[in-house]
């Protein structure tokens, strides 16, 4: 049994539609449980930008509840309901470009207005999109759970678990649905620097479920790799391209390096709401670049001389060959991958 307070959901919209969303302050894990209660749109977008809420599916979720905020704020006449919704999706989407979650779940929204243009239409697409984020991590976890090698060390990178999403995870979908299946495991998690989701979250979560875990700076992680520490990698994802590039947090394409050199398998789990068929290859994936204060203080501390620039890219991008596959809520995607994606959506995107 593990002593750690347990931690709250990740989001929890009270009432109807003219209920509010109770936001937990992930910038606040792990030593405080802080949960906010968000009544307008600019708090969502202010939590999704600065990161209060993050990982793609539960930006996609809050944008979508911070949809109803907005647009009920503004009461508009129900001919003008469409256009006040675009505009309000507009601002959300813009929080953060990296994840298509985010303008996937919006748009979601905006189709279910196209058919009814109520709030309550609105205020239900949003309830319908989390229940099926839910299933879809239950999916992701059952796809992949036999893939977690018995007895191994499985190495995982930022935050893809219930924190990151409103249900069981992604990555950590995978290993919690293994985990409760009665596989025996060990997680190295990186600590994912600058804004350290490995430490604080990742960790915090997976010691929360009494799976062994052990953080490793992300520097550490290739060594450790090459000493053949790790036998299988599964991270998330923010966006995957048509052709299998995956964006995910900065520091994935390193670790994706060195286990493809060292024939250690790396999975990314992500439902298929993360897959962007506009988008041809990863080239073309929109990187998001945050402050560099991020990089060059730590908890609010300086670590680097006065004046010193930063680069800061929140994302890097893995090219599809470096993959062992996805797995994804419609099954596992293997090499060779673009025909592999097309097939996971028969009636197109
Ligand atoms: O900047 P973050 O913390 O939102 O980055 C999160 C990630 O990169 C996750 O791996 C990804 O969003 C998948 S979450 C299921």
Known sequence: MSALAPIPPTLTWRGDAFGHLDLLDQTRLPHE?????????????????TLRVRGAPAIGV?????????????????QALPAVARDVAMRLAAARPTAVNLRWALDQCL????????LTALFRAAEQLWADEVATCDRIGAFGAPLVPDGG??????????LATVGCGTALGVLFTAWNQGKRFRVLATETRPLLQGARLTALE????????????????????????????VVGADRIAANGDVANKVGTYSHALACFAHRVPFWVAAPRSTFDLRTRDGSQIPIEERDGTEVTQLGGVAVAAPGVAARNP????????????????????????????KALFPAGR
């Open 153 to 162: 060390t499985v190495l995982t990178h930022c935050n893809a678990g219930r």
């Open 206 to 233: 997976l010691a929360a479920a009494g799976i062994p875990v052990e953080l490793c700076p992300d520097s550490a992680a290739a060594g450790l790799i090459a000493s053949g520490a790790v036998q299988m990698a």
């Open 33 to 49: 449980r802080v949960v906010l209660r968000l009544t307008d749109v600019d708090a969502v977008v202010e939590a999704i930008a």
């Open 314 to 341: 929140a994302f890097d991008v893995t090219p599809a060959r470096l993959l062992r596959g996805i797995i994804t809520d419609g099954g596992l995607v293997e090499a060779p991958f673009e025909p592999a994606i």
């Open 62 to 78: 809050a944008a979508a509840f911070g949809l109803v905020l907005g647009v009920r704020a503004l009461n508009p006449l129900p």
């Open 111 to 118: 189709d279910a207005l196209r058919r009814e243009a109520t």
